[in-house]
């Protein structure tokens, strides 16, 4: 029987980080156990029945509900109590639900419990749980038909087999687990290693889900060589890994889905299980090893200086502080160029590359510098340009989009995922308008066209890149990006047409700030006053300006950082029709915003764009001549001439 609770629940340490929540976990033990002389567990970690670190933890508030039969499966659903558990339970109708109970990862909070405490009510309910699970399992149908709602859902099959795995391995280890009750389980693994086996149950392709249904096989093989056909299942897993790896990263090592959230997601997944077959003997191709540190490059140039992801693509907010912190402390270890970033400047190697771009993703990564420490290190900017194809159903219709992070915030954002289901939104947070680029006609790009990536170029403290779509049809559009020095950024748009068109130069402000306008200067300001972003126009007099908060027809002005949750935030729209327009816009951040900073530029007969900024009481001058061909050529000049 199922019923559902609405009582405020203990959630305990569920949402810290792993070392943080284990290190008050140690404190904070029920019913005075801290205060017992409890040995020290055995370890958790590192062992060959685990291979993902997060099965081998847990919440001590999540194992005493299901002591009580109270399934808390995350802030996402109300606590359920189920007694008896009939295998059928669906109290929600929710995918996700059914994905978290039927791959039975909620039992590993009763492992990590007993072994932290030694208490044998933990041992003794999962061991009850599973004893449920493994007489009914015995008896249900194993398809075809699959039940894919339930035990047969590919990607719950493979955590579930993983939860067995490393249940019945470290229950066996400490000698707590009935010869009866074992013998049950492993023929429950083993019908598992048949099902995942078999090509309909693999999620093959760019598909981060097939990566732990491949591991998920050769953990089985790896830790059942019994079995008489372990043999081959490892070499199918290998061949299973080894595919998914040359499919969903490419070779500049960015997850395809072009999402700084997926690619986090699934490196953290291959880091650990290339850290396994290594210690265990599971032969992965050198590809996969090579495949995950360019995936680690890519991360440590994403992460904007405040340690969190820019919100490009089919993101949500993720920080340093939500990432697994064995996992990504081990990462830092072996790459000390990452440690530099993830650390905030604390520790590692300081990057010395301002300009990078991804060829192949077409992820272009722009900084005014590392900071000399952690007492700078926060306080540079950070820029990405999409100068990339379209590429996949999660992506974006953003090319030539940008973020900017910058004097210790974000200045302009990606507006995020809210959905993925069929409906407006999705329409509206995946299409160009959300992004902060040129839309033409009020319609969205094109998912196919021609895409160009200029020239990447950067000084002591400047960097530069260039791109260029025709996803319009009819239409060129190239655009320049230049961070001439920290909070302070450079954008020349060049939009030519055999024809009229309506082009519409878009910004997406955070959430919270409000927008001023005077003689030509737009302001950002947060809730105390303070100009965050100034941003002027230096070309298009003629330009119509408007700002947006939470439209809903047509939708714009909305921001999503988490999933299902959309808030009204300010856009500003600057609109030019003609044949062929420019803006040149100059964008400042923190003190600079607030000194309300001047450009004057002109574009001569060859096209050239020469630009004169006044930056803290002296003049830089810029030149930029043909954005993206091969004579494409970039200047820099502080003159030290006083601004008048």
């Not at 402390?329 to 790459?335: D, S, T, Y």
């Not at 908060?549 to 047509?554: A, K, L, R, Y």
């Not at 930056?615 to 030149?623: K, M, R």
Request: aromatic residues 10%; proline residues 5%; glycine residues 10%.
């Amino acid at each position: 029987m199922v019923r559902r609770s609405t009582r405020d629940r203990v959630r305990g340490t569920r949402d810290l980080p792993s070392s943080a929540a284990a290190a008050l976990l140690g404190i904070l033990l029920v019913g005075g156990s801290a205060c017992s002389a409890v040995p020290d567990p055995p370890v958790l970690r590192d062992s060959k029945e685990a291979i993902y670190t997060f099965l081998s933890d847990g919440s001590i508030s999540t194992a005493n509900a299901l002591v009580e039969n109270c399934w808390d499966l995350g802030n996402r659903f109300p606590v359920v109590t189920i007694d008896p558990i009939t295998w059928t339970e669906d109290p929600f109708g929710d995918d996700y639900w059914r994905f978290l109970f039927y791959s039975l990862r909620p039992t590993s909070n009763l492992l990590w419990a007993y072994y932290k405490t030694g208490q044998p009510r933990y041992r003794d309910k999962l061991t009850s749980i599973l004893a449920s699970f493994v007489e009914y399992d015995e008896q249900r149908p194993t398809g075809p038909p699959y039940d894919r709602k339930t035990f047969d859902y590919k990607y719950g099959a493979a955590f579930r087999a993983m939860v067995l795995v490393n249940t019945v391995g470290k229950l066996q280890r400490i000698g707590q687990l009935s010869p009866e009750l074992r013998d049950r389980l492993v023929a429950a693994i083993e019908r598992l290693g048949t099902f995942l086996a078999q090509p309909v149950n693999f999620d093959s392709g760019y598909n981060h889900d097939g990566l732990t249904e491949a591991a998920a096989l050769a953990l089985i093989a790896a830790n059942y060589p019994q079995f008489p056909a372990s043999g081959a299942w490892q070499a199918i897993a290998v061949q299973r890994l080894s595919n998914l790896m040359a499919d969903t990263v490419d070779a500049d090592g960015v997850e395809v889905e072009n999402s700084p959230f997926y690619h986090f997601y699934v490196l953290g997944f291959a880091h650990q299980i290339a850290r396994w077959a290594d210690a265990y003997g599971v032969p992965l191709p050198e590809e996969f090893n090579g495949a995950v540190a360019r995936m680690i490059h890519y991360a440590t140039l994403i992460l904007q200086p405040d340690g969190e992801i820019p919100l490009l693509g089919s993101s949500v907010r993720l920080g340093v502080e939500n990432l697994d912190a064995v996992v990504y402390g081990r990462i830092a270890q072996e790459f000390p160029e990452f440690e530099y970033v993830y650390s905030g400047g604390r520790g590692g190697a300081r990057p010395s590359n301002l300009a990078v771009l991804f060829p192949i993703s077409g992820l272009a990564v722009l900084r005014s510098g590392f900071g000399t420490g952690p007492a700078d290190f926060g306080a540079e900017t950070h820029v990405t340009f999409n100068v990339g194809p379209y590429r996949s159903s999660r992506g974006h219709l953003d090319v030539l989009g940008i973020t900017i992070y910058s004097a210790g915030a974000r200045v302009f954002t990606d507006s995020g995922v809210f959905t993925y289901s069929a409906g407006p939104e999705i329409d509206y947070f995946s299409g160009t308008s959300a992004h902060n680029t040129v839309t033409v006609d009020d319609s969205s790009q094109l998912t196919t066209g021609m895409v160009s990536s200029g020239h990447s170029m950067s000084g002591a403290s400047w960097s530069y890149q260039s791109g260029m779509h025709g996803l319009y049809a009819g239409v060129t559009h190239r655009r320049s990006v230049m961070i001439l020095h920290r909070d302070l950024v450079l954008v020349f748009d060049d939009l030519e047409s055999g024809s009229v068109h309506e082009y519409r130069q878009v910004w997406h402000l955070p959430e919270g700030l409000t927008v001023q306008e005077s003689e030509g200067l737009v302001e950002g300001l947060d809730p105390s006053g303070t100009g965050r972003v100034a941003l002027r126009q230096a070309l298009g007099a003629g330009s119509a300006f408007r700002t947006v908060t939470g439209e809903t027809v047509p939708m714009q002005g909305w921001v999503s950082d988490t999933y299902g949750v959309m808030r009204p935030a300010s856009v500003l729209e600057y609109t030019q029709v003609g044949t062929r327009v420019q803006f040149v816009t100059l964008i400042a951040s923190g003190a600079k915003a607030n000194a309300a900073p001047g450009i004057v530029a002109s574009i001569d007969a060859q096209g050239i764009l020469q630009a004169t900024i006044c930056d803290a009481g002296s003049l830089i001058e810029v030149a930029i001549a043909n954005p993206v061909d091969p004579e494409e050529v970039v200047t820099l000049q502080r003159s030290g001439v006083p601004c008048r």
